[in-house]
């Protein structure tokens, strides 16, 4: 005999499977993410990036460098590409300056 089951079992076991084997939402577009934009235009934003935020704040190009990488800031830039690519330099230096705040900074 074929014990009967309660709705909440099913929906409960869908659910784990799908969070077992199926990835995120956030998974997919950060895959997507990856395919549509060469690395080698990410890496160049990312490195002009990092030479405003030096100029913004008075420092070296590589103090700037360990500053943002420090405090994550440089990851953040990699995996936002897409949206940040299309703002301002200065508002995302401000942007990066406020994030390296809350994870920490002192600038």
């Known amino acids: 005999m074929c014990p009967t089951l309660k709705k909440e079992d099913i929906f409960a076991a869908r659910n784990k499977i799908m969070c077992n084997f199926v990835p995120s939402h956030a998974?997919?577009?950060?895959?997507?993410?990856?395919?549509?934009?060469?690395?080698?235009?990410?890496?160049?934003?990312?490195?002009?990036?990092?030479?405003?935020?030096?100029?913004?704040?008075?420092m070296t190009e590589t103090e700037a460098y360990?500053?943002?990488?420090?405090?994550?800031?440089?990851?953040?830039?990699h995996e936002y590409y897409d949206v940040m690519h299309t703002q301002s330099f200065n508002d995302m230096v401000e942007s990066m300056a406020s994030y390296c705040r809350r994870k920490g900074g002192q600038l």
Do not use: C, T
């Open 27 to 58: 998974e997919k577009l950060q895959k997507l993410r990856n395919r549509m934009y060469p690395i080698k235009d990410i890496a160049e934003y990312i490195v002009a990036l990092i030479g405003a935020f030096a100029r913004r704040f008075s």
């Open 66 to 77: 360990q500053y943002l990488h420090r405090y994550g800031a440089i990851s953040v830039a």
